[in-house]
């Protein structure tokens, strides 16, 4: 299913996709995120993609990249697409309402996680406003590494209701 762009759902991602704005955004929403250093270096309607590099701040005692430090470039991969669908419309909240990990490899140098899946996304906020109820969807960002393994794959159950 290919989604299409609304105005406001491009001009979000014109926002987030230039590195100045997107660091602002995260100092002010997600300062974890952005002391972390995450990147968003791809979003489109179907799929963003977020990158996190292993450093002093993201380190644990085994030399390669936390858990939770994985698990919040994950979860932005996934969140930038939910927040980018919601522009088109009324205002809906979101919320992670599950999140489930497999570690593959250690993650050390420079980790992509990628989230394809824009449509699903889309499909539920849609849902959630032609309804009025909540919709859940299970989105799933897969992290490599430079060579191209697969060092992580994240599940993230997103809920979404739309306000009154």
């Given at each position: 299913m290919t989604v299409t762009d609304s105005p406001q759902a491009a001009a979000f991602r014109r926002q987030v996709l230039n590195?100045?704005?997107?660091?602002?955004?995260m100092l002010q929403k997600l300062p974890m995120a952005w002391l972390?250093?995450?990147?968003?270096?791809?979003?489109?309607?179907?799929?963003?993609t977020v990158t996190i590099r292993f450093k002093y701040l993201t380190?644990?005692?085994?030399?390669?990249?936390?858990?939770?430090?994985?698990?919040?470039?994950?979860?932005?991969?996934?969140?930038?697409?939910?927040?980018?669908?919601?522009?088109a419309g009324g205002p809906v909240s979101m919320?992670?309402?599950?999140?489930e990990g497999d570690f593959t490899k250690k993650a050390v140098g420079l980790i992509s996680f990628t989230c394809p899946?824009?449509?699903?996304?889309?499909?539920?906020?849609?849902?959630?406003?032609?309804t009025g109820e909540g919709r859940t969807v299970e989105c799933t960002s897969t992290g490599v590494d430079e060579?191209?393994?697969?060092?992580?794959?994240?599940?993230?159950?997103?809920?979404?209701?739309a306000k009154r």
């Open positions: 590195p100045m704005k997107l660091r602002l955004f972390a250093g995450l990147r968003l270096t791809q979003l489109t309607s179907e799929q963003a380190q644990n005692p085994f030399r390669s990249i936390y858990f939770a430090c994985l698990a919040m470039a994950a979860e932005l991969a996934s969140g930038m697409q939910a927040m980018m669908h919601v522009q919320l992670v309402v599950k999140l899946d824009g449509p699903r996304i889309a499909q539920a906020i849609a849902e959630s406003r032609t060579a191209g393994d697969v060092v992580a794959t994240f599940r993230l159950t997103w809920s979404f209701r």
